[in-house]
């Protein structure tokens, strides 16, 4: 076979690997499966050793990594399941059918848990706006994210949008779900003894999706056209039905495990549940539900249609399945059944097609240890002298960072989204962090007391100059969100967006980031539950190499005790605004919007995270809430200081009148965004109590002014007035521009 393994993404050590621990070559479908299971989507072969590194155990760990979502306790009712996944490349290629089918897949890795999901996020990187390529992208993958989660009734309750060029070619689409489930009631991809029947149930089987997974772990050019069948097509409506049809399976007591078909479809699902069970299975093809005529075992095997669900069953529970199946208009079938022998045998119409030790399909996929290097940009970035730097006009310099798309409100793109279907959203997109309430739409008596917080994070171009302390610096802001608004942190998910791995300054990028990030989980005590790896992220074009920024996007999941909670929003004329936090070090500039808008530099190290003051500022916004002794929180991250105090503003009616005293520059007061600081309002007679309190645990707090009754911002420095705007037409500019430019 003359280079045949090449198209089905395997390299010629692995294929000989492959022919060496078989004793024969493989079959056509036999490669086909290993291919697409040993693809770096599927089996994680760059990154699977530093994964190793992410700490999570914690007291709230019902399950972690290893199932398709990650559990957590909520309190002695209720567990939440919830995951991130990337559709980076399909949404490229087809942004509407890639985007819709990466809120399709992430939803079922929830229910696959037996959880009904109840909240969607997203986060999103594209290139810059003003490109008519990306507009394109834009436009179709918030589209395709709406029409899906719209139309199956799942709120979209928050996320993130970047705007930077090295996503031109690579966008990032990260879809997150949340679900719920009654405390004891988890399912797993498992079966539990041999003979067990696996049962389809969902939608037919299309050609649509094949190789997807093989096209996932690949790089671009640009020639995408030729792999646009490769992006599966969902049905919302569908799903919904899929949803509710198993909610009821799973009240009936009829399933033993549940695995959802993903990438490489029926062989990647039955493998991977046979490899979790100790056990083999034996597939019959020709039982499975077909959409198109003359599909053959490959196509069978390896198609990525969406909306479909394998259940491992017990005889007697397939006729009562069957009835389920037809009530909800699904198709519904026995297709296999696990055997004692660990071996995967896939027959069409009585022909053995494909025969593979699970093992090898599973866990022999490859490892690699690829070699790192520190890149050649960090010294350069970081030989940038900001005392260098031109003073520019502070008004100038407001104005062009409001309407920068990475700083300016993103109403245009959660407009689209329902984000209150359900009526379990109590905090709306646009804050720190979203907030729901908990309740069981199928038993009303499974509700939880607590309200749930989720932030969603990423900082691409901070992890870009310093991967290590980057990684730090995404954690804190995503644990810094749910601080804010009151809430505990339960558990992270996370998906980590680099580029081409064999490039070993981008393997050097992945191992700092995956560190960063797992010596502050490990700090904070918040484990890793579940996440996904996206690699390949590059686009070669002539001569040109296009490598995405690193970007591993989190997403917490915090708890609010006694349902207390603020916003980011002054609430009171008269209130008093502070800083607190870590003040006292010298804040850089380096890796701000400020650098990248005002001065078109992308440069400056990471200002480093001080792990043990960042979480002491938690510990006490989650104190200040709880005694109600502040009014709002707002951490301090895009565009600085200045933004945060406006964004507190906008939508309020109210004004502020800044009173500073610093001798430190004023753009790198007003800009830069260093971590570890937090804007809160309080009451003027609670003025001495958030004073004592910060200060006695140990951070800063620095007094900045007074909300007013008039929508103006005056800033005063020493007395005299240096800046004086009118807050609405401000946010006026923030509010349109990403409309505008799209």
Known sequence: MEEVYKLY?????????????????????????????????????????????????????????????????????????????????PSFIEPFHGAATGVGGIIRDVLSMGARPIALMDSLRFGLPLDSKTKHIVKGVVKGISHYGNSVGIPTVGGETFFEECYKTNPLVNAFCLGI??????????????????????????????????????????????????????????????????????????????????????????????????????????????????MNPYEILLSESQERMLLVVERDKVQRLKELAKDFHLEGEVVGEMTDDGMFRAYFHGELVAELPVSLITEEAPVYERPSREPDYI????????????????????????????????????????????????????????ILRIKWVVSPEIKSEKLVALSCEGNGRMVFLNPYEGGKYVVAEALRNLACVGAQPLAITDCLNFGNPERPEVMWQLEMAIRGMADACKFFGVPVVSGNVSLYNETVEEKEIRNIYPTPILVAVGAIEGKRF???????????????????????????????????????????????????????????????IILSAHDVSTGGLMIALLECLFGTGLGLELNLYTEEALDRFFFSESPTRVVVSVEKD?????????????????????????????????????????????????????????
């Not at 198993?246 to 490489?264: P, S, T, W």
């Open 686 to 742: 609670k003025e001495e109590l958030l004073k004592n309190y910060v200060e006695s645990v140990g951070l800063d707090w620095l007094y900045l002014g007074k909300v007013k009754g008039e929508p103006e911002l005056i800033v005063k420095l020493y007395e005299e007035p240096i800046l004086k705007e009118n807050v609405e037409d401000l946010e006026k500019l923030w509010r349109d521009s990403l409309a505008n430019m799209l």
């Open 181 to 294: 489930i009654p405390a004891g009631r988890m399912f797993r991809a498992r079966a539990t003894k041999p003979g067990q029947l696996l049962f389809l149930i969902g939608s037919s089987t299309g050609r649509d999706g094949i190789h997807g997974a093989v096209m996932a772990s690949g790089e671009f050019s640009e020639d995408t056209e030729s792999k646009r069948p490769n992006v599966q097509v969902g049905d919302p409506y569908f799903e919904k039905k899929l949803i509710e049809a198993l909610m009821r399976i799973i009240e009936e007591d009829l399933v033993v495990g549940i695995q959802d078909l993903g990438a490489a479809g029926l062989a990647g699902a039955s493998s991977e549940l046979a490899n979790k069970s100790k056990m083999g299975v034996v597939l019959y093809l020709e039982r499975v539900p077909l959409r198109e005529e003359g």
């Open 566 to 628: 603020v916003t980011h929003k002054f609430e009171e004329e008269g209130s008093l605004v502070f800083l607190i936090g870590d003040l006292k070090r010298s804040w850089g500039l380096g890796g701000s919007e400020y650098l990248k808008v005002v001065h078109g530099i992308v440069a400056g190290d990471v200002p480093a995270v001080d792990l043990k003051k960042e979480k002491l500022l938690h510990e006490t916004l989650i104190k200040l809430i709880k005694e109600e």
């Open 379 to 434: 010294k350069q970035v970081r030989s940038f002298k900001e005392e260098e730097l031109e003073q520019k006009d502070i008004k100038d310099s407001l104005l062009k960072l409001l309407s920068s798309p990475n700083v300016c409100s993103k109403e245009w793109v959660y407009s689209q989204y329902d984000y209150q279907v359900g009526t379990n959203t109590v905090l709306v997109p646009g804050g720190d962090a979203a």
């Open 9 to 89: 993404g395997l390299t010629k050590e692995e294929y000989e690997s492959i022919v060496k621990r078989l004793g024969r070559e493989p079959n056509h479908v036999e490669l086909g499966i290993l291919g697409a299971l040993w693809s770096e989507h599927c089996s994680y072969k760059s990154s699977k050793r530093l994964l190793k590194l992410f700490p999570t155990q914690g007291e709230h760990v019902i399950q972690g990594p290893g199932e398709n979502a990650g559990v957590v306790k909520l309190d002695d009712k209720v567990w939440l399941a919830f995951k991130i996944e990337s559709h980076n490349h």
